[in-house]
């Protein structure tokens, strides 16, 4: 038997949260869904620079489990660039600290439970 996931603080949700390849229909598309920490861990460590150890620190996580989240983002993200995929980012068991995100609009937002694929 599995241990339930821990939540995963994430630091930033994105405001854009579908990217498709340029001149190609909707219809014409298949899809891949990035969750909310797989993006959070490609965020920290590949844009911000973290090493995993601090990421995972960041994110309330082990560095394996870190690790683990990591590769899948890459891995989803190379099959959608690669295959021409479209990118839907939603889903997983996540908290946003409210002192730490606003949007534009200035409305804050607390913790949040999503659940994805």
Known sequence: MTRPKKRRIVGE???V???????VPMRDLEEITIT?????SLRLVCAEG????QA???MGISRQTLGRILAEAQSKI???LLEGMAIRIEGADYAVPAKQH???GGH??????HHGE
Do not use: I
Not at 36 to 40: F, I, K, P
Not at 50 to 53: D, G, S
Not at 108 to 113: A, D, L, N, S
């Open 13 to 15: 949700l994105p405001e």
């Open 17 to 23: 949260r579908y990217f498709k390849p340029a001149g």
């Open 36 to 40: 909310h920490d797989e993006l959070e």
């Open 50 to 53: 973290l090493y995993q150890e």
């Open 56 to 58: 995972a620190e960041s």
């Open 78 to 80: 190379a099959k959608a």
């Open 102 to 104: 606003t949007t534009r």
């Open 108 to 113: 804050g937002r607390g913790h949040r439970r």
